[in-house]
């Protein structure tokens, strides 16, 4: 059964790091285009990063840019959100999400381009 799975999440205070993973099962991950998303309680769901089916290109939302930093590595079949300097407003419930679409700079960060989602983590950032 094709499954995405997410870990990593937490409870950190403010100025702290998280790793989030995304693994993959029952399919492999090398054909698809692959997001983070992040829905906040009383908030719509938004896109955080996404990476090409190759790794070479990312696209970051303004709020995360130079603190989040996606990768894969597909030989393991899983994707990285590593998660730096963080702040309370990047509290919410982080999911993973995958397209066989090809990356796209102006699609990349909608939800209508992700065909697979997984459950979730969840992240707070408190003091």
């Known amino acids: 059964q094709a499954q995405l799975v997410e870990s990593g999440g937490g409870s950190v205070q403010p100025g702290g790091s998280l790793r989030l993973s995304c693994a993959a099962s029952?399919?492999?991950?090398?054909?698809?285009?692959i997001a983070w998303f992040r829905q906040a309680p009383g908030k719509e769901r938004e896109g955080v990063s996404c990476?090409?089916?190759?790794?070479?290109?990312?696209t970051y939302a303004d709020s995360v840019k130079g603190r989040f930093t996606i990768s894969r590595d597909n030989a393991k079949n899983t994707v990285y959100l590593q998660m730096n300097n963080l702040k309370p407003e990047d509290s919410a419930l982080y999911y993973c999400?995958?397209?066989?679409?090809?990356?796209?700079?102006?699609?990349?960060?909608?939800?209508?381009?992700?065909?697979?989602w997984g459950q979730g983590t969840r992240v707070t950032v408190s003091s």
């Open positions: 029952g399919f492999s991950l090398d054909y698809y285009t």
């Open positions: 999400a995958v397209t066989t679409r090809s990356y796209s700079t102006d699609n990349g960060l909608l939800e209508r381009w992700y065909d697979y």
């Open positions: 990476i090409s089916k190759s790794g070479r290109s990312t």
